[in-house]
T-cell receptor, first 112, second 111 residues
Framework: NAGVTQTPKFRVLKTGQSMTLLCAQDMNHEYMYWYRQDPGMGLRLIHY???????AKGEVPDGYNVSRLKKQNFLLGLESAAPSQTSVYFC???????????FGQGTRLTVV | EDKVVQSPLSLVVHEGDTVTLNCSYEVTNFRSLLWYKQEKKAPTFLFML????IEKKSGRLSSILDKKELSSILNITATQTGDSAIYLCAVEGWHAGKSTFGDGTTLTVKP
């Protein structure tokens, strides 16, 4: 049982490049989330999804897009990367709202 | 704006010490408070608290919620080096996307 798997684990981008982070969960969870974590800070919610085909904005959505075409996958896209998007990105899933979230191992993204 | 404040921001103790980590919150439509432990990578779930005054316990860790004071504490007794981690507090609202995390407390336990 893999839980929540994120790919890639590390990436370096040049300013203006685009990329997609993939999150896959095998727990049949309805809810999925993308967070970013900056040094000395907690997790800030970028976007989330309450089910296949649905997405919604979180606290810091600007510069990111998401898609949830299949229940098990939640993709985070950066169309034109900026140095301010240098961060560690975590994907999480939960069965319903207000239950424990299961997190992926994180993606360390550096934009130069 | 919802706010979760954790204190202290960092703490260094020696093995065997007892520590208390604090989490206070100002949120609309509070539903639950969750504690996570983050070692090198992914946060892992510790406790979820919804009712005041009911202690949750797991081994040497325990936590309690005080809705009147809008706060929670996480206690760790007889600390071990393996307890070294960032401890995150998150407050959940009634709807998805209404979770707010604190900045975390970095605990270092020295042998």
């Amino acid at each position: 049982n893999a839980g929540v798997t994120q790919t890639p684990k590390f990436r370096v981008l040049k300013t203006g490049q685009s990329m997609t982070l993939l999150c896959a969960q095998d727990m049949n969870h309805e809810y999925m989330y993308w967070y970013r974590q900056d040094p000395g800070m907690g997790l800030r919610l970028i976007h989330y999804s309450v089910g296949e085909g649905t997405t919604a904005k979180g606290e810091v959505p600007d510069g990111y897009n998401v898609s949830r075409l299949k229940k098990q996958n939640f993709l985070l896209g950066l169309e034109s990367a900026a140095p301010s998007q240098t961060s560690v990105y975590f994907c999480a899933s939960s069965l319903t709202v207000n239950t424990e979230a299961f997190f992926g191992q994180g993606t360390r993204l550096t934009v130069v | 704006e919802d706010k979760v404040v954790q204190s202290p921001l960092s703490l260094v103790v020696h093995e065997g010490d007892t520590v208390t980590l604090n989490c206070s919150y100002e949120v609309t439509n509070f539903r639950s408070l969750l504690w996570y432990k983050q070692e090198k990578k992914a946060p892992t779930f510790l406790f979820m608290l919804t009712s005041s005054g009911i202690e949750k316990k797991s081994g040497r860790l325990s936590s309690i919620l005080d809705k009147k004071e809008l706060s929670s504490i996480l206690n760790i007794t007889a600390t071990q080096t393996g307890d070294s981690a960032i401890y995150l507090c998150a407050v959940e609202g009634w709807h998805a996307g209404k979770s707010t995390f604190g900045d975390g407390t970095t605990l270092t336990v020295k042998p």
